[in-house]
């Protein structure tokens, strides 16, 4: 092999190794994004604005616009979501997303219904559940009201404070219904003072802090 | 054939197995985790996702995977852990027998290394903890009408390898509870929904028709 050969061979090397190191560096910059609903929807990103309001961003530059479940390559970094139903009744939901190291799964969350949806079917519920609370609990519901009643979600949920005839001698409790088969039961058996999701791990967290939230005196 | 190029044919030979065996192994691995496998009894039987392993070290697709240990005379156990988050799995069948307790007396150092296993066991139960419950470190709370302090969970329902931990209010009104659970808020800065509370002097308000 003649000196010129060799240093054909060995720019060629060098550059190789210089697109394989640009390639590398490209790759790094992007990462996977994997949406999936099993309802349509409609979902925009948005660059994450990194203010104290970490769900805040720039509505005017979406990022991506997607309607189907899928693969999409983005670059990495803070991102908000927002994803939202085709059908009017229901809440978007505002998430973060970060995309670092890792391929990012992100499986859309039920969408809830509207609280002026819910709020309608509760009036159509309420005689049902009324009435499944008293025939669980017919003794102890002597001495206590429902109060604050409210479906959550899709309206599967019903959530609300039993608040004692005695406040100053008596406990508030929070009770959880959930309707199954069309059927009202009470998925928080006994009700409690506080609900945890440890306790009740298969009632969504959102529905147990909303109530635990609920008729304490503030002090 | 000389001598030379026998050489040559040989060295070629175990050139090409061990570029072969290095390629596939790598193939065979990729996207995987190596994970090590901490066993006692060492002697004992390791499944992972139902399939019986020989080996301490395997490598994984990165999640959860269910690991059980059996051995003659011993309870086996069942642990599912993500290894992309811990790649190093202890695993320690619990003696039941007395044949169980007279190997051990047989075997020190498998008795070590179950003591030791139980020990780590230990540490990261509490590693957790303090990890998962930041606030229990700034307990006791000890006010007029009430106290709250740590308390081993009585109705949480946690997956293996998953950690539980209780808070416990001692407040003999309903005032002094309801004050316990605004103390939550405003001091540990905790929503309460994230840990079990146990009301220990609130009278059963609630029972079923029969009970």
Redesign the interface.
């Given at each position: 092999m003649n000196r010129k050969n060799i240093v054909l061979a060995f720019v060629i090397s060098l550059a190789l190794i210089f697109i394989f190191i640009f390639y590398r560096a490209y790759q790094n910059k992007y990462q996977y994004l994997v949406v999936s609903s099993s309802k349509p929807f409609s979902l925009n990103l948005f660059n994450s604005e990194h203010k104290l309001d970490s769900l805040s961003y720039d509505e005017k530059k979406v990022v991506l616009n997607i309607n189907k479940s899928g693969k999409y390559k983005l670059k990495k970094g803070d991102y908000i979501y927002v994803a939202s139903s085709t059908n009017k009744d229901y809440l978007s939901i505002t998430e973060h997303v970060v995309l670092g190291d890792k391929k990012v799964v992100l499986k859309i969350p039920s969408f809830s219904l509207t609280d002026k949806k819910l709020a309608e079917m509760l009036e159509k519920e309420i005689e049902g559940i009324n009435k499944t609370i008293y025939a669980a609990y017919p003794v102890p519901m002597q001495g206590y009201t429902i109060q604050q009643p409210r479906l959550y979600h899709e309206g599967q949920w019903f959530g609300a404070v039993l608040m004692p005839n005695d406040t100053e001698n008596q406990d508030t409790y929070r009770i959880v219904l959930k309707k199954k088969d069309g059927k009202w039961e009470v998925a928080t058996k006994p009700p409690s003072i506080l609900l945890a999701k440890q306790v009740f791990p298969d009632i969504p967290f959102d529905v147990l802090s909303d109530l635990n939230g609920k008729g304490f005196p503030k002090n | 054939m000389t001598n030379k190029k026998y050489l040559y044919w040989l060295v070629a030979i175990v050139l090409i197995v061990t570029i072969t065996f290095f390629v596939a192994t790598n193939i065979s691995r990729r996207g995987k985790i190596k994970v090590d496998l901490i066993v006692a009894p060492s002697k004992a039987e390791v499944l992972i996702d139902g399939k019986y392993v020989k080996s301490k070290t395997v490598y994984l697709k990165p999640g959860e995977h269910t690991f059980v240990v059996s051995f003659e005379n011993f309870e086996s156990t069942k642990v599912v852990q993500d290894v992309s988050v811990n790649p190093e799995v202890l695993l320690a069948a619990v003696p039941k027998t007395d044949s169980a307790r007279e190997y051990l007396l047989k075997n020190p150092e498998e008795n070590s290394i179950l003591e030791k296993i139980g020990g780590i066991y230990q540490e990261n139960a509490n590693k957790k903890t303090a990890e998962s419950y930041p606030f229990l470190s700034e307990l006791p709370i000890e006010q007029r009408y009430f106290a709250i302090y740590n308390g081993a969970?009585l109705?949480?329902?946690?997956k293996n390898g998953d950690f539980?931990a209780a808070m416990y209010v001692k407040a003999d009104?309903?005032?002094g509870?309801?004050?316990a659970?605004?103390s939550m808020r405003n001091e540990l800065n905790i929503?309460?929904?994230?840990?079990?509370?146990y009301?220990q002097d609130?009278p059963?308000?609630?029972?079923?028709?029969g009970e």
């Open positions: - | 969970p109705r949480s329902k946690v539980a009104s309903a005032y509870r309801s004050l659970v605004n929503d309460p929904t994230v840990i079990e509370v009301f609130a059963p308000a609630f029972w079923e028709k």
